[in-house]
């Protein structure tokens, strides 16, 4: 059977957790990742009802939208709230994984599904993320210090774009150069003007590992003063949340409205604006994401779609003209938590994996 581990590793390579917001807590929180898992439960939050339903079906790991923890606990007790779901569960052994919000904005993950669903098409980050900063360092080597050189460099961290490691250009050429009295040079002669047969040797460095890199090159190099140069780059953009895209076919507010509702399979839907108003550019995030207006009106979208929101966003959105739909926190996620139940059973067909099937959203509708 898999272990814990490997279902990590996994859900890391899909929803990466350095893509998470910085306050959140993501990633294994609970459990042992030597132990083995045949049988999986995924829910939007662990709620006692929840984790009584994986101690009864012999569940070996959870995967939790919504993270267990999260304020941090000073104490576990049954007469707590979080020590009632969680104490169960180290008695049985269970693990729990929460991607969160690393989950709501990878490709594939939760944002995305609610465009699928509701005919946005051409979707981009709502709040776009500014990629970590790199450098380009550039040394010249000869052709005996060419492989050492460079497995030093990848050695301190450079060479990595995306998910390829060990990434150099190299272009050959001569340098010259006149080494003075003082100087014991590795090629050549010292007082007069040399001339070397060298190799351009090019690596992206995260920034952070400049110096290190510096280091291990210099370490690696067999000339006295190694000619380097270091290049920072402009900050490209990675990824980011929420989302901002078209429909195929414009539509009004209400009508919107009426297919989330639908699709999300939502108990009831609030909205602010006309209900005949013309939509088109549609701005969302899953959730609590009201924090997102700001960007959705500044993007000029014609509506703003996320699970909930603050009376005072309500009428910030109405102030701005800008329209809102909320179908409610559970119905924006709990779909994406069902789907990916299916894809883990799928991607693990050994293991048998379901929805939480105790889980309910809490807020009813009359």
């Known amino acids: 059977m898999p272990t814990v581990a490997e279902f990590a590793a996994y859900l890391e ?18 459990g042992d990742p030597k132990g083995e898992v045949g049988r999986v439960l995924t829910c939007l ?4 009802d929840v984790a009584a339903e994986a101690v009864r079906e012999g569940v070996h790991l959870i995967v939790s939208h919504h ?17 009632e779901a969680l104490l169960p569960l ?33 979707a981009v980050p ?14 010249f080597v000869p052709d005996a210090d060419l492989a050492k050189v460079s497995d030093a460099l990848f050695g301190a961290g450079a060479g990595v774009i995306g998910q390829y ?22 090629v050549g002669q010292k007082g007069r003007r040399e001339e070397a047969p060298e190799w351009r040797l090019e690596v992206v460095v995260p920034e ?89 009106i500044r993007r000029k979208a014609d509506v703003f779609l996320t699970g909930e929101v603050r009376f005072h966003d309500a009428l910030a959105a109405r102030g701005a003209n800008v329209g809102l739909i909320l179908p409610g926190h559970y119905a924006t996620e709990r779909p994406a938590v069902e789907e990916l139940a299916a894809k883990l059973g799928g991607d693990f067909p050994g293991v048998t994996v379901w929805p939480s099937r105790a889980e309910r959203d809490p807020l009813a509708a009359f």
């Open 67 to 83: 993270p267990v923890l999260f304020r941090g606990a000073k104490k576990l007790t049954a007469n707590t709230p979080d020590g």
């Open 165 to 186: 490691r060990e990434c150099s250009f190299r272009l050959s050429g001569t340098g010259t150069f006149f080494g003075t009295d003082a100087t014991n040079p590795a």
């Open 126 to 139: 709502l709040r776009p993320r500014e990629a970590k900063r790199q450098c380009k360092l550039v040394v």
């Open 208 to 296: 952070p590992l400049v110096s290190g890199a510096i280091a291990a090159m210099r370490k690696a190099h067999s000339y006295e003063e190694p000619a380097f140069d270091v290049y920072p780059l402009k900050p490209a953009t990675s990824g980011g949340e929420g989302r901002i895209g078209e429909l195929a076919n414009p539509t009004t507010l209400g009508e919107l409205a009426r297919r989330a509702k639908e699709v999300l399979r939502a108990n009831a839907v609030q909205m602010v604006g006309d209900a005949e108003r013309p939509v088109r550019t549609v701005a969302l995030a899953c959730g609590a994401a009201g924090e997102f207006l700001s960007d959705a």
């Open 45 to 48: 939050t662990l709620t006692p």
């Open 90 to 122: 180290l008695r049985a052994g269970i693990a729990v994984y929460s991607p969160h919000t690393a989950f709501d904005n990878c490709s594939g993950g939760i944002n995305d599904g609610l465009c699928q669903k509701l005919g946005v098409a051409n």
């Open 13 to 30: 390579r899909f929803a990466p957790c350095a893509t998470a917001a910085e306050w959140d807590n993501v990633g294994l929180l609970l």
